[in-house]
Structures are given as structure tokens and as C-alpha cells.
């Protein structure tokens, strides 16, 4: 059974940083792709970001470019999530993910192509 659970969350002021992580249980991390999503209250979980399993392919949300960056470490079975330069609109749970076993780099944006996810942790931007 794999585990993810994340970190790193808390209130920050508009403009400020947080690096999330994602700390993975099980030997085969280093063979599948990873995302962040986020759930806004009242919203649908949305997609934020994806690494594929070596780290050298990224793809982010369009919005979001720019201010945030997703990385691995497979030494450490961790995801990373650094966002900058934060807004009141970013303030959502942020789950990270870990992809099926086949999944398309095309549909690694979509909630149903993953199958673990951890609990989220929650960030809140203040104006």
C-alpha cells in the first residue's frame, strides 16, 4: 500500500512563499509521475502541476505558470511543490498524487488518472 503525505502548508501574506512536500512510502517511486491538485472551498479539485517519473519533464496548470514549480527527489521519495509570489486565490488544500502505472503525459492533468493521494494540507494566503 502506498502512502503519501504532505507538509509544509500554513498562512502566509499575499506575495510570500511555501515549498510543499510530499513524502512517498514504498520502493517504486522513482518509477511513476506525480502531481499536486488543490481544493478550493465550495470548488472542484483542480490540477496544479505534474513531474514525470525522472524529474525532467514538468507540466503545470496555465494560471499558474511562472510562480510555481514542481521537483523529485528519488533518493528521498519526495515531491516538491515551491510557490511564489502567493495570492488570496491560492489559498486551497494541496494534495499531492501519484499517476497510474500507464498513464499518458497528456492526461496527467486529470483527477481520475491517479491512483494515491494523501490527505493535503491546507494553505491560506491573507491579503
Known amino acids: 500500500q502506498v502512502q503519501l503525505v504532505e507538509s509544509g502548508g500554513g498562512l502566509v501574506q499575499a506575495g510570500g512563499s511555501l515549498r510543499l512536500s510530499c513524502a512517498a512510502s514504498g520502493r517504486t517511486f522513482s518509477r511513476y509521475a506525480m502531481g499536486w491538485f488543490r481544493q478550493a472551498p465550495g470548488k472542484e479539485r483542480e490540477f496544479v502541476a505534474a513531474?514525470?517519473?525522472?524529474?525532467?519533464?514538468?507540466t503545470y496548470a496555465d494560471s499558474l505558470k511562472g510562480r510555481f514549480t514542481i521537483s523529485r527527489d528519488n533518493a528521498k521519495n519526495t515531491v516538491y511543490l515551491q510557490m511564489n509570489s502567493l495570492k488570496p486565490e491560492d489559498t486551497a488544500v494541496y494534495y499531492c498524487?501519484?499517476?497510474?502505472?500507464?498513464?499518458?503525459?497528456?492526461?496527467?492533468?486529470?483527477?481520475?488518472?491517479?491512483?494515491?493521494w494523501g490527505q493535503g494540507t491546507q494553505v491560506t494566503v491573507s491579503s
Open positions: 498524487a501519484r499517476a497510474g502505472d500507464s498513464t499518458p503525459w497528456l492526461k496527467l492533468s486529470q483527477v481520475d488518472e491517479y491512483d494515491y
Open positions: 513531474i514525470n517519473w525522472s524529474g525532467h519533464s514538468t
